[in-house]
């Protein structure tokens, strides 16, 4: 696959293993804020709750309906109030300790590193992340990912959100890659998939989970191994 010079990656539940860390995290923050004591029956009820409400405000982050403020505040303050707990206070300091612990957690999908060494020796490598950029950068680095990235970009730079034609192609532009020359990697059909393909950019798709779909990625594979044996 010689045509290829720049290989971008996304960073969340792609290398970065967001579910198991943010697990943690918001274990900690349940225990911290006493949570079973005011009420709610356990973490598992919280967190079944969390993930579905957060994934609902991402939703409609990454279409422009609400903005970074008001995502990082209500995923707790909604979800506090489902179980009879309304406290604007706490889920302030939820927020702010969630956006400050998180990124210091480090766990990455097996052979993360692997990958991306082998693949740094061949490509230059970049990120391209939905994420917020004060947590992204601290992710990168604390999860010893830094050395093989010569750039991170986030939505935030640019102010739109994958599947966004725009975040495509500024990373072009910032990273001096042509389009044929370039490969996107990621976890999500709409925002990493058809994001690269709306502008004509190579793709393989990373379907951990072996989800089905109707798309018709360039490549998928089930692991980040498998990304090897195509590049």
């Known amino acids: 696959m010689t045509k290829y010079k720049h290989i971008f990656i996304d960073l969340d539940k792609t290398l970065w293993d967001f579910d198991a860390n943010a697990l943690i995290t918001l274990g900690e923050l349940f225990d911290t804020y006493q949570l079973k004591e005011k009420g709610i029956e356990n973490f598992d009820c919280f967190l079944t709750f969390y993930k579905a409400y957060n994934h609902t405000l991402w939703e409609k982050y990454r ?56 693949l740094s020796m061949k490509y230059s490598l970049h990120i391209i992340t939905n994420g917020f950029s004060e947590v992204q950068f601290i992710k990168v680095k604390n999860s010893g990912l830094s050395p093989y990235f010569e750039t991170i970009i986030t939505s935030e730079m640019i102010g739109v959100q ?15 890659a042509k ?22 950019m ?6 951990f989970e072996k989800k089905p779909h109707a798309n018709l990625p360039l490549y998928e594979v089930n ?9």
């Open 63 to 118: 279409k422009g309906e609400i903005n970074k403020a008001v995502l990082s505040v209500e995923r707790f303050n909604g979800s506090l109030k489902n179980f009879g707990i309304d406290d604007f206070d706490i889920a302030k300091k939820m927020a702010l300790d969630y956006i400050r612990i998180s990124p210091t957690k480090t766990k990455l999908y097996p052979n993360a590193i692997e990958v991306v060494t082998e």
């Open 202 to 207: 190579d793709q393989i798709y990373v379907n």
């Open 179 to 200: 389009i044929g020359e370039a490969l996107m990697i990621g976890d999500d059909l709409e925002a990493d998939i058809l994001g690269a393909q709306k502008i004509g």
């Open 162 to 176: 994958k599947p966004d034609p725009k975040i495509f192609l500024f990373s072009l532009g910032k990273t001096s």
């Open 223 to 231: 692991n980040l191994l498998e990304i090897l044996d195509i590049l």
